[in-house]
Every structure is written in C-alpha cells, then in structure tokens.
C-alpha cells in the first residue's frame, strides 16, 4: 500500500519568515495530494491540496509543489503568523481527489511560529 | 461549505462497555464517509470505509467484529466499538467527501477514554 513520509516533525520559525514542510510517497498511483491543519482537540482541517496533473498551486499565503516523477510535494507558508502554528499534515491518496479512496497520511509536523 | 458533525465529542466509559459515535454529513449527501484513528501526538490511520446500504470495508488489521460500522442513511455513519477496553482508548475522526467531487471534510473527533 501507499506509504507516505513527512519531515521535519518540528519545525520552528521566526513570525514573518517562510516555512516549508516536505513529504514523499511511494505509490506511482496516487494521484491526489491534501494538506491538512490540525489544532488540538479538532479535527483535521483541509488547508491546500493538488491534484496529479497541475505542478503548483498558490492560495494567498499558501503553496503546494508536486514533483511526480521524484514523487514528492512540499507545502509553503510565506509570512507567518502566530495562527499558523499547528500541526500540519500531508496526505495521498488514489482517488483523484474526490474523496472516493480513503487517505494515507503523513506523521504530521508541529510548525511552531515564535514571536 | 460542507461540514461534518461528529457526535459525542469525548466519552469516558468503563471497560466491557460498547461505545457507539455518530457521523452525520450536514447539508449534503455521503454514500462514503471514512473512519479514522489517531493516537496522541501520531498520525491518523484510516480504519475502515463506510458505504450507504453495504458493508464496511476495513483496513488490513482491524477488526471488523470490535468496531462495528453501520450507514444505513446518506448523511449518517456510526462507528461501535463493542467491548471497549483500554487500548481502545484513542481519538476516533470521521471524514466524508464533499458535494460535486470536493475533498473530504473531517468531523471534530471524538475523544475515547477507557477506564
């Protein structure tokens, strides 16, 4: 099955400054790839995610870059805020996005955001 | 946006007991809705899937007599976990994809403590 790797597991930066979260997957099949916030206590909330045939997509603050042929994605987050600090999760899965096949997740990355 | 309601958000029970939660998609219709488990500070593995008037598919390992899954209506899933035991104990998030092929949208949780 699909097998889904995510660093750093923490990551601390600088309010203002960028932070980049990196994960790899192994299945050549997956085809659809979300991020999710989750803050304690809740349940994941869909932050960014792309689909197999696009390279990047931008939402304001936010990016995701897909490399299918090394099989890897990153989320970026410019300028960052206090309300940012979470923990971030990366996810694939096979079902194009929507929402037919269940996701494999990555282990998460807690983002702190010093002020 | 589509929301998903989970129901009850925590419950504390003693063990032998079965624990029954709710999932309900609110303003729109789920013929899928997912089944996942987290435990503190790790990541979410799906357990199983959730289909409108069929069985349950289950993930490799888990077993499908302890947590019984039922979808007999097309906003409603409910996860049993029969006989509950301390090990059990763990958070229990549902998902459902959105309307018109949109991503999956995760309830808040329920938190499970077996004493």
């Known amino acids: 099955g699909e097998n889904v790797e995510q660093h750093p597991s923490t990551l601390s930066v600088q309010e203002g400054d960028s932070a980049v979260i990196k994960c790899t997957y192994s299945d050549s099949a997956s085809n659809y790839f979300p991020w999710y916030k989750q803050e304690l206590g809740k349940g994941p909330q869909l932050i960014i995610d792309i689909r197999s045939n696009v390279g990047e997509k931008k939402d304001q603050r936010i990016a995701v870059t897909l490399n299918k042929t090394a099989k890897h994605f990153s989320l970026h987050i410019t300028e960052t805020q206090p309300e940012d600090s979470a923990v971030y999760f990366c996810?694939?899965?096979?079902?194009?996005?929507?929402?037919?096949?269940?996701?494999?997740f990555g282990k998460g990355t807690h983002l702190i955001i010093q002020p | 946006g589509a929301v998903v309601s989970q129901h009850p958000s925590w419950v504390i029970c003693k063990s032998g007991t079965s624990v029954k939660i709710e999932c309900r998609s609110l303003d729109f219709q789920a013929t899928t809705m997912f089944w996942y488990r987290q435990f503190p500070k790790q990541s979410l593995m799906l357990m199983a899937t959730?289909?409108?008037?069929?069985?349950?598919?289950?993930e490799q390992g888990v077993e499908k007599d302890k947590f019984l899954i039922n979808h007999a209506s097309l906003t409603l899933s409910t996860l049993t976990v029969t006989s509950a035991h301390p090990e059990d104990s763990s958070f229990y998030i549902c998902?459902?994809?959105?309307?018109?092929?949109?991503?999956?949208?995760f309830g808040d949780g329920t938190r499970l403590s077996i004493l």
């Open positions: 998902s459902a994809p959105g309307p018109s092929n949109q991503p999956q949208h």
């Open positions: 959730s289909n409108e008037g069929s069985k349950a598919t289950y």
């Open positions: 996810a694939a899965s096979k079902g194009g996005g929507g929402g037919a096949d269940g996701l494999t």
